[in-house]
């Protein structure tokens, strides 16, 4: 029989008990959910709603979400709501169900007041909330807003009815522990939990949303659902999810509780909501145009164009401005200054900095009402000769902007209509075929005339920017001649 020796045998037992004592403190250091849990699980609710059925509408057979959610779950979920057996009532040939979707609240005051996400409830004809005790509440809808997708409801007779705390998104963290309560696929009261994985987040569909990103499992169900931090304070609403499957991939989304709450109080108010509106067509800062503008490093946000009658033009912003910093808060990324414009107050008067022609320049803006359906401009004239690629050595054709073009995208500065491009420079940044250019090198182009003269001045091997308008839409380009 081989023997250990007594000190190896010392040192691997010591070893074992510094490995169990490491996990142990590890362990212990873990958040412990189930307080926070039980303590706030009666203010969360289950919402259902129905409506009746088009003629002409299709069907999510008859189950709790809509057509659209439906066709992204997994293949067996749609087979269980499609089948005989589904709670929901199938999908049987010919049969007019009712259209049902699911989504998740949470109560706010204790007369009855719920926050929920706008698309739960949309078109919805009868909203019925569900405590956690099981008892279930009609409900009104007291106003929405399709731009937060934010939605206000008011359960009838609601009496002393348990609220979730109020916390504040402006203060978290990312990296601290979250945690979401709602009712995926159905299931109610499901917790799930992760933690803050990027703040300030814009997304195509919504400009005026700063969206906490979490890791936090969200899938259909868990709409309009709290999200909590370890005090046990609801600071966002579960609101999407970033997928390619239909389901969860560890990235979803939340509406940061300060701006949810300010849209609330508009609508418990005043029934719709009012946003800050600045008048101007913005774009992300790459390093290319940060060359261009002479910036250091890419930051700010862009101003492609400014709308015709706008505050932003009446305070004299100019196309071509890039805006650093809105009332003392840097602007690093253009998706920044959506939700400050938004937040600020109708009337009340904003600074901010801009950098024109190289320099910093202060800006006073009274801020504006945000229209439902802005439109920009007056048309103008444009003149001059026409010309082709040999002539140019950007490897662009041009010629003057037909008038059509320039009363239908309101180009008042006039500009060149690109109508040919060849291998060079132009091609390389990404110009097409019927753009029309108002800008180069930071120089405007109002004729062909203008642009053969800038041309002629632009330095060799340095990035220059191009203002260009495409299908009624200013965008910046860089090029490099």
Known sequence: MQRINPIRQSILLLAFLVTVSAQTVSARNLPDFTEL????????????????????????????????????????????????????????????????????????????????NNHVVEGADEIIVRLNDRREL???????????????LKIEDGDDLPVVEIGRSRDLKVGEWVLAIGSPFGFDYTVT???????????????????IQTD?????????????????????????IYTRSGGFMGVSFAIPIDDAMNVFRQLRDDGSVS??????????????????FGLERPRGALVAEVMAGSPAQKAGLEAGDIVLSYDGEEVALSSDLPPMVGRTPVGETAELKVLRGGKEIDVDVEIGRLPQNGQIGQAGEPAGGGDDPSSSPLGLGIEPVPAEIADSWDLASGGVLVTEVTPGPARDAGIRVNDVI????????????????????????????????????????????
């Open 275 to 292: 946003r800050g509106w600045l008048g101007v067509l913005i774009q992300e800062v790459n390093r290319d145009l940060a060359e261009s």
């Open 438 to 481: 108002t800008e180069l090198n930071r120089q405007p182009v109002g004729s062909v005339k203008d642009f053969r003269k800038v041309v002629k001045s632009l330095p060799d091997n340095n990035a220059v920017s191009v203002r260009v308008v495409r299908q009624g839409r200013a965008s910046y380009f860089v090029m490099k001649p």
């Open 138 to 152: 009609p409900a009104r809808l007291v106003g929405t807003d399709p731009r937060s997708d934010m939605a206000v």
């Open 193 to 211: 939990a992760g933690i803050v994985s990027a703040l300030g987040r814009s997304l195509p569909s919504e400009n005026y949303v700063p969206f």
């Open 216 to 240: 936090v499992a969200i899938n259909p169900g868990n709409s309009g659902g709290p999200l909590f931090n370890l005090d046990g304070e609801v600071i966002g609403i579960n609101s999407q």
């Open 37 to 116: 849990v039980e303590d706030n699980s009666a203010a969360v609710v289950n919402i259902s709603t129905s409506a009746e059925r088009k003629a002409a509408e299709g069907g999510a057979h008859g189950s709790p979400f809509s057509q659209r959610q439906f066709d992204q779950l997994p293949e067996f979920f749609q087979e269980f709501f499609r089948g005989p057996h589904s709670p929901f009532g199938g999908g049987s040939p010919g049969r007019q169900a009712p259209r049902q979707s699911m989504g998740s609240g949470f109560i706010v005051s204790a007369d009855g007041y719920v926050l929920t």
